[in-house]
């Protein structure tokens, strides 16, 4: 079935470092890829998503593109800040609609 | 807008009692709301979906007569979890979706239970 994988937390940067954090999905056919993130006690919320191959997501300064060839979704931003500590998700949606998640990961910015 | 509520926040119940789940859309009406189960540090795993006024769909091993879902309205989604044991204690999240928009869901904050 499908799936998702991606890189296992947490990720410690120092302000102003670059992120990546990585992705890659197993799936039948081209799904739309997501990113979300979960802020301490709240909900997930949507960063970006792609819906087709060679599309990039971008909010906030985060981007991600699909890559069909690589079936990858890697999530980068040039500059983090402190405020950008989280959880993040990658997921994709199948056929029928649903996301399929990854694991999340941790990612601590420190000042 | 596209806020998502749940409640209780923690719950801590003893084995063998039921606990209800509340999740509401509160300024959208969710024609579609899904619930999701998250063990530490692992992924969100769907457990069912429910569409306002008909009977829920459960994902493959998930029980449905443990884990009751009512969808009775366009803003209330309920989850009940009957007869806890202590292997039912995790989080759970549940999500909700506009009708036509079907790669967009807004997610509630999640439910912490614990059963002792």
């Known amino acids: 079935g499908d799936s998702v994988t991606q890189m296992e937390g947490p990720v410690t940067l120092s302000e102003e470092a670059f992120l990546t954090i990585n992705c890659t999905y197993t799936?039948?056919?081209?799904?739309?890829l997501f990113w979300y993130v979960q802020y301490p006690g709240e909900g997930l919320q949507l960063l970006l998503k792609?819906?087709?191959?060679?599309d990039k997501g971008s909010n906030k300064g985060f981007e991600a593109t699909y890559r069909k060839e690589t079936t990858s979704f890697h999530l980068e931003k040039g500059s983090v800040q402190v405020s950008d500590s989280a959880v993040y998700f990658c997921?994709?949606?199948?056929?029928?609609?649903?996301?399929?998640f990854g694991s999340g990961t941790r990612l601590l910015v420190r000042p | 807008g596209a806020v998502v509520s749940q409640h209780p926040s923690r719950v801590i119940c003893k084995s063998g009692t039921s606990v209800k789940i509340e999740c509401r859309s509160l300024?959208?009406?969710?024609?579609?709301m899904f619930w999701y189960r998250q063990f530490p540090k692992q992924s969100l795993m769907l457990m069912a979906t429910?569409?306002?006024?008909?009977?829920?769909?459960?994902e493959q091993g998930v029980e449905k007569d443990k884990f009751l879902i009512n969808h009775a309205s366009l803003t209330l989604s309920t989850l009940t979890v009957t007869s806890a044991h202590p292997e039912d204690s995790s989080f759970y999240i549940c999500?909700?979706?506009?009708?036509?928009?079907?790669?967009?869901?807004?997610f509630g904050p999640g439910t912490r239970l614990t059963v002792l």
């Open positions: 999500s909700a979706r506009v009708y036509g928009l079907l790669d967009t869901q807004y």
């Open positions: 799936a039948t056919g081209y799904p739309s």
């Open positions: 792609a819906t087709k191959a060679d």
């Open positions: 997921a994709l949606m199948d056929s029928s609609y649903k996301l399929i």
């Open positions: 300024d959208f009406q969710a024609t579609t």
């Open positions: 429910s569409n306002e006024g008909s009977k829920a769909t459960y």
